[in-house]
């Protein structure tokens, strides 16, 4: 997964394209494992548009979409948030709600 700035966040969503941008703390544990999910579905999904980002160096995302724990899925569709995930349950799961 390609490491994002707020910056290339904006970028993408005034793209106006469907995009996923993926939340943790590297002291997480639960943000490991949603880390190795979401490397899983960067395989299995080549062209989705994935970024990830240390929400500890992205703290305006943080405020603009009212993060309230990590990890957290921002998933974008026609430049608009459609879902905010916080229980990475599968890689099934996230599939279903990315499509």
């Known amino acids: 997964m ?7 966040w904006d970028r993408i969503r005034s ?27 960067e395989e299995l999904r080549p062209n989705l548009i994935i970024g990830a980002a240390d929400l500890n160096y992205v703290q305006g995302i943080a405020v603009d979409y009212e993060i309230e724990s ?8 026609d430049g608009e948030i459609k879902e905010k995930i916080y229980a990475f349950q599968s890689v099934p799961y996230l599939l279903e709600k990315i499509s």
Not at 2 to 8: A, G, I, L, N, V
Not at 26 to 40: F, H, L, W
């Open 2 to 8: 390609k490491q994002w700035t707020q910056q290339d």
């Open 15 to 41: 793209e106006q394209t469907d995009a996923v941008f993926y939340l943790y703390t590297p002291m997480c544990g639960t943000c490991a494992v949603a880390s190795k999910m979401m490397t899983v579905i």
């Open 70 to 77: 990590v990890p957290c899925l921002l998933i974008q569709k």
